[in-house]
């Protein structure tokens, strides 16, 4: 008998971001087809996608407006390169439509196909303003604790994880991390949201005159993180952030891979939370997972500088074989053209005050449930032990793991990270399937720690 595909992969496959041991025992769930919010198995099994593929597919599944773009530029032109003043009409236009889209004066936009790589050109943008502005000493990149920026080799350094350091000798030298805006870990008790701030900034600015200003180049931060556990930053937060920032020459890199189009309630995750930004970083939701595409926004400061020492430089020496791929920006601009044309950034905002409302209905008094949180169409819950400690639960306990996979069965798809659980859905999900993903998880967790 031929094999299955499921054997196929165990033998086959290295899976990102997955235990090989565990992979080993538990094999591969093979997804094969999608709609709307609803995905289907190779087995015919169906779920309710509670996380949009991987943060990401925003406009949902199987619509065919992408599907004929893409058909349409890959039979026209499947390919054309940037390099060399080379390039091809997909990517012009998306570049201009991300213009007009963003709320601050973009003056360039620099494509890649993931968060990562962007990431990655976004610190050697920063590298070059300096250097440009005779500061070439200024290479160090600050980031947040459980902040995720990707797993290239300095994005995953930025990245605030144990998980995507420990195992390869990672974070490089240059690359620190301060203390999260993670009020319900970080806040002391009857600390006000204000001083907390305050604690913050001041710790960044310790950490920025620690290091010598001289040696600092930016700061790179989610609105609100996502694969750190769905974290809200504290009002004021990023403002106060932003002046230790100006104070130091130190530049401000927003990470709206996740938060970008619509997903907290406004165009961008930055406009929700006070962030103003000098580098943008775009991906995911760019192209709702269609086709991959990422791109780095450059306001007017930074592009000044380039531009003005466009001489000094030569060749802007950094591009990847499918920077400004025609294929992945056909695939952004009809995403563009959806959520435009059906209102999903209006649909996210509404849907999210739901999911808000919802979650706290659902959790806030839950006695293994000590913190609800979100903002937009992204929420999740802490799971804990004991709700008046905080204490957690031991980690051989596998509580959030264990919650995901019992959810599986039942036809629901949520991320659990560590004891967190986060709920991330497609703009187009139907009410009624949010709710069940909700219903059900508070049955499972009611099943689990009873
Ligand atoms: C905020 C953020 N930045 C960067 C990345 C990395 O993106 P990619 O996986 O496309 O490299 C992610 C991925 O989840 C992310 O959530």
Redesign the pocket.
Known sequence: MAPSLEEIDLRSLLHPWTSISEHAKVGPLVMHEGHGARLRDTQGREYIDGLAG???VDIGYGRSEVADALAQQSRQLPYYHSFSSMTNQPSIELADRLQQLAPWPIARVFFG???????DTQFKLAWLYHKLRGAPAKRKIISQER??????IA?ASA?GLPSAHAAFGLPLDGFLHVRPPYPYREMKAGQSEEAFVAELADELDAAIVREGPETVAAFIA?PV???GGVIVPPEGYFPAIKAVLEQHDVLMIA?????GFGRLGRPFGSQAVGIEPDLV?L??GLTSGYA?L?ACLLTQRVWEVLEREAETLGVFGHGFTYSGHPLCAAAGLANLDLMKNEALFERAAKLGVHLQARLNELFADHPHVGDVRGMGLIGAIEMVRDRDTKEAFAADEKLGPRVFRRLLERGVIIRAIGDCLAFCPPYVIEVEDLDTVLERTREVLDELTP
């Not at 196909?113 to 990431?119: H, Y």
């Not at 990470?255 to 938060?259: L, N, S, T």
């Open positions: 991987l943060w990401c196909l993931s968060g990562s790589d962007a990431n902040g995720y920026h990707g797993v290239t994005a990245t989610e993180m996502g694969a990470d709206e891979v996740i938060c970083t991906a995911k991959p990422s």
